[in-house]
Nanobody, 117 residues
Framework: QVQLVESGGGLVQPGGSLRLSCAASGRIFSFFTIGWYRQAPGKQRELVATITSAGTTNYADSVNGRFTIAGDSAKNTVYLQMNSLKPEDTAVYYC???????????WGQGTRVTVSS
């Protein structure tokens, strides 16, 4: 069972940048798709971005143009580069994986991102 661990969160001012990492204990693209999700207090978890083993990426409208998802197979890591951060980006960010016709795995601890002055 490949485990995924998020890191890189922190406190940043509006307009700032952060890079989050999703590190796998094995081959990260043993999953067909890796997704970044986020959840703000009192709100439903929402999909932010996805990347497939073939490199296809998709983004939520709210982050499109500001965030970039990328994978590094050699490091078994998927990154989420977040630029031009806004207070509404404040949330706990999670990564997860699924197979081609499978379901998302269990949710880990996530990494907290706070965008505030």
């Amino acid at each position: 069972q490949v485990q995924l661990v998020e890191s890189g969160g922190g406190l940043v001012q509006p307009g700032g940048s952060l890079r989050l990492s999703c590190a796998a204990s094995g081959r990260i693209f043993s999953f067909f798709t890796i997704g970044w999700y986020r959840q703000a207090p009192g709100k439903q978890r929402e999909l932010v971005a996805t990347i497939t083993s073939a490199g296809t990426t998709n983004y939520a409208d709210s982050v499109n143009g500001r965030f970039t998802i990328a994978g590094d197979s050699a490091k078994n890591t998927v990154y989420l580069q977040m630029n031009s951060l806004k207070p509404e980006d404040t949330a706990v960010y999670y990564c997860n994986g699924r197979q081609r016709w499978g379901t998302w795995g269990s949710w880990g601890q996530g990494t907290r991102v706070t965008v505030s002055s």
